[in-house]
């Protein structure tokens, strides 16, 4: 059997063909689980044996070079978490709360898909994409930019005009069911680590160390909220800032709707119910948002969530074993 020294060798050739292949031609040589499997045995193998390790072993490359931790980000802006509602009549009642207070006979919402993954802060000034953090406790997440610039579809430089110097979209970063049935499915034949669930798996690809190993995991991005904006205006309405999310180049889900009253939002969150089987993506309920901002202002929050929105959430499907 080969040395250790011949092992590692055999296992840099390999991973770093791979890597070649993946960031040059865009090449999957080899699938993601094995790719991991192969990095992590060069890890052990290194650990164990010190002298093996040379300044060009994919486990010491700069950048790809697995990081300690990640750096710590403050939202200026908190990441609200959402209140939830688990009967169409907590849903009237928060309608009623809102109709009240605001004196309006007819209140309009969006009403959007509630997501399961990882909710994102993408921050960009000049229209550049300049830093990427995760919720953490709502005040302070980590600085996952090298990983969110891995994901196709989030942009790294806004399309069209017109956006604020500084603008900060709020989003949930996920894994579409089918990649993550594929990764599943390769990481049984290669003695990968099975995932549970596509929303693990999205917050196990982001919180990777090494950006190269985020990377080989597709994870896919929905924007649905602002954080920080300076330096310019955004429309009076959620559904109008999504419409202006979507003309800036990011993805917004089909499925966002604006809707009108507790009967709007209920026809909405049955409609999303039956749909839910055969969406591309796991959700754990809806969302419902007045749709206006100073409205939204007016409203405030309690505590950490907001008056002026809620999730509903459908009951807790037994989870089919993958
Ligand atoms: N998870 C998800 O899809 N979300 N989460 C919000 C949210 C969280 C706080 C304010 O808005 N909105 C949507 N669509």
Redesign the pocket.
Known sequence: SPSPAQRAEILRRQIDEAGKAYYDRDEQLIPDAEYDRLVRELEALEQAHPELVNADSPTQRVGGKAASRFAEVRHAVP????GNAFSDEEVQDFVRRISERLRRDTVRFSA??????L?ISLRYEDGRFVQGATRGDGTTGEDVSANLRQIKVIPHTLQGSGWPQVLEV???VYMARADFEAYNADARLHEGKVLANPRNAAAGSLRQLDPKMSARRKLSF?A??IGEVRGGELPPTHSATLAQLKEWGFPV?EL?QVVEGGEGLLAYYRDIAERRDGLAFD?DGV?Y?LDDRAGQEQMGFVSRA?RW?I?HKFPAQEQTTT
């Open positions: 990441m609200l978490s959402l959007e898909p509630k997501l399961d993954g909710a709020r989003g949930e929905y649905y909220g889900s966002c959700i969302v948002k907001p929105a999730a």
